[in-house]
């Protein structure tokens, strides 16, 4: 018994000190856009960001027109939504990054960033992803995406602030957002 306590105590003080150990930021990433350029996050430095996994066959997709909105709302104030389409759940973005696009514009008239098809889980997940889920667990701090429309809210120096589930609105979020353009 008293093996269990020490291994209990080991993991907690090992996972405590792990945690002050994390000095990346977002901003030590590179990503590719949806038109296939190579984007340095340090390009988003000082502003206030929403990442999205995005996909324009779920029941999610309508999440597009909150984001539009928030984004056309606070951007003169520093805030972005970045949008990273993923087909890593029932194959709900099955299109390619120029349909993606034309989708994105055409349907819900999306003017924020939009990068490159990643995955979010698994061994080819996107390095950026593994950083978010790493510095925001999920539920019972298992750190996977559930599913589409997951969000990593971000703050001006790069930290991830905050992680909403799939069905929790833009508008939702928008009180969170504004803390942090202040």
Request: hydrophobic share 40%; proline share 3%; aromatic share 14%.
């Amino acid at each position: 018994m008293f093996g269990f306590y020490k291994f209990l105590l080991v993991l907690v003080m090992t996972t405590i000190l792990a945690a002050g150990e994390s000095e990346m930021s977002i901003y030590d990433f590179d990503v590719v856009d949806i038109d296939g350029k190579s984007v340095s996050m340090s390009k988003y430095k000082g502003k206030v960001l929403l990442i999205v996994n995005v996909a324009s066959e779920c029941g999610f997709t309508p999440q597009y027109a909150g984001l539009e909105k928030l984004y056309e709302k606070h951007k003169t104030e520093g805030f972005m939504v970045l949008g990273f389409p993923c087909n890593q759940f029932r194959e709900q973005e099955s299109k390619s990054n120029k349909e993606i696009k034309f989708f994105c514009q055409g349907t819900y008239d999306v003017h924020f960033d939009m990068f490159s098809k990643i995955d979010v889980n698994g061994e080819n997940a996107s390095p950026l992803y593994k950083f978010l889920k790493k510095e925001q667990g999920g539920f019972l701090w298992m750190d996977s995406i559930k599913w589409n429309f997951t969000k990593f809210l971000i703050s001006r120096d790069g930290r991830v602030v905050d992680r909403y589930a799939p069905m929790t609105k833009p508008e939702d979020i928008e009180a969170d957002i504004v803390k942090l353009l202040k």
